[in-house]
């Protein structure tokens, strides 16, 4: 599989990212490697189905974890930090759950302990099982006739023709099931069991995960560290700069401090990329 790797300052810990639904790391996180390689090394990948990611029959939640603790051991990386965003938030959890011993921090963000919410949009929700398994049987070429249709008409023109190209890497079938999974996830029973530093960071605004959802991530754990501010869910990227301030303050609470001056001037550059399979 393709992955994504920027060594850091020297003896600085390694930070694994995840990316949200039907985006690709790329697109979720570009413009965050920089100024993330500068106090860590950073690892990311595409998730199942979607841009570059392993090819799946079905996608689920438990692979995608899975993933995360496989290319942590192909690379030698025995501990790291998981930021997940969205989807990728509901990935780093159930990694999170699966190895405690090998997640030595959470950083969550635009996400929640459950996605399914309620009213309108939980029998919106609802629709997204029922719709994948309809695709099945839908010929293959319709899928993904359909799934241009809906990049292009409804993502389109506000997301450019590089992101368009991303997110068009995508198996539509995985990403109808990928819904599915997100319809299904629920980690209120176990989410305070997790031992390790978590802190989250919340897009006020948020209308893809709304307030009421990330609150019920913040209400799950007893000590976690919340970090706010007010965008939408694409402001990962859109207002970078506003993001960033959050993240860089949720990696210092979970064990990954900025470097100093002396020691990120005698680190390679940091804007160096290697990619690798």
């Keep these: 599989m393709f992955v994504r790797r920027t060594e850091g300052p020297p003896g600085s810990p390694t930070v ?3 990316h949200g639904w039907t985006v690709t790391a790329d697109l979720n996180w570009y413009p965050a490697f920089k100024p993330l390689s500068q106090r860590a090394s950073v690892v990311a990948f595409d998730h199942r189905g979607h841009g570059q990611g392993l090819p799946t029959r079905r996608f689920q ?3 995608c974890a899975a993933d995360v603790l496989a290319v942590a051991d192909a690379l030698a990386i025995d501990r790291f930090v998981c930021v997940g965003y969205s989807m990728g938030g509901a990935i780093a959890q159930m990694a999170a759950r699966a190895a405690p011993d090998r997640m030595a921090g959470l950083v969550l963000g635009a996400t929640s302990t459950s996605f399914r919410g309620r009213g309108l949009r939980a029998v919106r929700f609802s629709l997204l099982p029922v719709v994948a398994a309809a695709s ?8 993904h006739w359909g799934w241009e249709q809906t990049v292009f008409n409804v993502i389109g023109t506000n997301i450019g023709r590089w992101a368009q190209a991303e997110v068009l890497r995508g198996d539509p079938q995985a990403i109808l099931d990928a819904g599915t999974e997100l319809f299904n996830f629920d980690s209120s029973p176990w989410i305070a069991e997790l031992a390790m530093p978590i802190a989250q960071i919340r897009t006020l605004g948020d209308e893809v995960v709304p307030d009421y959802l990330q609150q019920e991530l913040a209400d799950g754990v007893s000590d976690i560290r919340v970090f706010s501010y007010r965008g939408g869910h694409a402001s990962v990227v859109t207002d970078f700069d506003s993001f960033w ?5 949720a990696l210092d609470s979970v064990g990954v401090p900025a470097q100093n001056q002396s020691a990120s001037s005698s680190s390679s550059d940091p804007s160096t990329s290697e990619a690798s399979r």
């Design 61 to 63: 939640f438990s692979d």
């Design 245 to 249: 301030g959050c993240l860089s303050m």
């Design 16 to 18: 694994v990212l995840l």
């Design 136 to 143: 099945r049987l839908a010929p293959v070429k319709l899928r």
